[in-house]
Each structure stands twice: as C-alpha cells, then as structure tokens.
C-alpha cells in the first residue's frame, strides 16, 4: 500500500512538477540581422550597433509627431519595435541577457533543503 502510495506521489510530482525552460532566442523575421550573423558579430561590432539604434532612437524622439501622417507613425512604431526586438537579440547572443528566474517555492525548497543539510 505504501509503494502504491509512494508512486502516485512521485507520479503527481512529475506530472504537476514540470518547469519552463527558456529557449534560444529567435530573432524576429524584422530585425535586420540574423542570429547567426548576430553570433558572428564582435563586441566591438555589437556595441557599435547598439549605439547606431540609440542614436536612431533619439533622433526619432526628437522628431515631431505632429505633422506626421497615420503611416508614418505606424512605421515608425514598427521600426521601434524591430530595433527593440534587434537590441534584445544582440543582448542575449553576448550572454549578457536572460538570467535566472526562481519562484518562491524553489527558493522555499532549497532553503528546506539546506536546512536539512546543515542540521
């Protein structure tokens, strides 16, 4: 009774117990540099891009909107949002992005966990 007991434990565990993992990111289909190209790319040429899209950035926040057409606010909105999905991509393919998410009930397992050890 007990093993049967012991195994719907562990089979609830496994089933309720899974976690999320992170895949590689993927660069969207408008961003001007591939992923491979992104890999490729030095520091010196990552941090050289990143500075070109501030620039464009504070060029386009400098801009007035007000005698801009319908389009051209879209476009400049889709342009923003590629450089910002570019920025993110540049930043993850350097390992500078991403990190370690841990919930509160891993954070509680591992302190019951080093409680257990260290005792």
Same mark, same amino acid.
């Given at each position: 009774m007990k093993i049967k @007991?012991? @195994?719907f434990t562990a089979l609830l565990m496994l089933i309720f117990g899974t976690t999320a993992t992170k895949a590689a990111t993927v660069v969207p289909a408008g961003a001007t540099y591939s992923k491979e190209e992104l890999n490729k790319m030095s520091i010196? *040429?990552?941090t050289?891009?990143? *500075?070109q899209i501030k620039d464009r950035i504070d060029e386009i926040k400098a801009m007035d909107k007000s005698t801009l057409t319908h389009e051209q606010k879209k476009e400049l909105r889709v342009e923003l949002r590629d450089m910002r999905h570019e920025a993110r991509a540049i930043n993850s393919s350097d390992g500078m992005g991403g990190g370690v998410y841990l919930s509160v009930g891993a954070i509680i397992i591992i302190i019951l966990l080093l409680i257990l050890i260290l005792h």
């Open positions: @007991l012991y @195994l010196e *040429q990552k050289a891009r990143i *500075q």
